[in-house]
């Protein structure tokens, strides 16, 4: 897609303001990451948002029709996990139509799958995404990011989203950012075989820790890409975090055996 620069600046201002309305602007904020639908999912640290070319419109219907594909279970991108459960529960919201898990209140998630009503689409994960772990006694606790599940995910939601664009004529561009709350002296386990996770490093040898309080991972997508171009693009995302860890390798995608250098499907969280 071809866009003059005016038009774009345009739409990233629509797109800024949808962000700061969400807390999805200052990663050092306290707020960071908090408002919209997070509100109902205080355990959420990970947070994917994806924004259409004109976030303030109104496109979606949320009929009977709707609700019958939006909650199928549908077949992840990749092959050998199960497909992925994003709750088993829907409702309307003011703003988007959501899946999620029911509890005791049904407006308080720990997961969630959202279809906005401009278009656009978001997740968070709670306990799927992140965890307090200790290491030891002697050693504070501290946050850990699944890193393997936080790519699928990303990959699996894009996939979904491929459909809405077909089926609901979605226009871009469209903005994408992924969201990490709570990450200062984070680190990074749920790694693909071959790499060692943060209980198997060594007594003495130092962890890597992510040192920002916050992170935020922006991309800009012209034309929604085809099958191959959308893996690359969540690999992107998963790329974007290990960097924010100090870590060049990419340990999301498998270091041995015969799916060495694929996303290793084995310790995705499917949610299953």
Known sequence: MTIGLERLELIRARWRRVRESLQLIDPLSDTFATGGLARHAPEVNVRFLLLPADPGADVMEFDEEFWAWWMQDRLNPFEGASPTLWGRDGMPAATAAVRYDRSDDRWNWDSYLALLRCGGLEFGLGRLGS???????????????????????????LSLFAEAVTQYEIRG?????????????????????????????????????????GLLIVREVFAWPGPEALQALAFSFGANVEDAFGFRERRFLARIGPGAGQLDVSRYRSGR
């Open 131 to 157: 965890a307090v772990w200790q290491r030891h006694e002697q050693e504070p606790s501290t946050r850990v990011f699944f890193l393997t599940t936080i790519v699928g995910r990303i990959w699996v939601a």
């Open 173 to 213: 561009p469209w903005e994408l950012a992924l969201a990490l709350r709570e990450s200062q002296l984070s680190i990074l386990a749920n790694v693909a075989a071959g790499w060692a996770e943060p209980e198997d490093v060594f007594p003495g040898e130092t962890i890597r820790r992510c040192p920002d309080p």
